[in-house]
């Protein structure tokens, strides 16, 4: 089986407010990078939060 994965930048900067840490979609040539992997080469998930507003 096969996922589709959308990159986000590293952790460098955690909101001052929340504590969290703040990431960005990760982008080549000005598009959003995606790709297709296997399954089982995913470590782990992570969810994401929207910071609607600012």
């Not at 929340?18 to 995606?34: D, E, L």
């Not at 790709?35 to 969810?47: A, E, K």
Request: overall charge positive; proline content about 9%.
């Amino acid at each position: 089986p096969l996922a589709y994965v959308e990159w986000f930048t590293a952790f460098h900067v955690v909101d001052p407010i929340t504590g969290m840490n703040v990431v960005a979609p990760s982008t080549r040539s000005h598009c959003r990078y995606a790709t297709v992997i296997p399954v089982t080469d995913i470590v782990r998930s992570c969810h994401l939060i929207p910071n609607w507003g600012r």
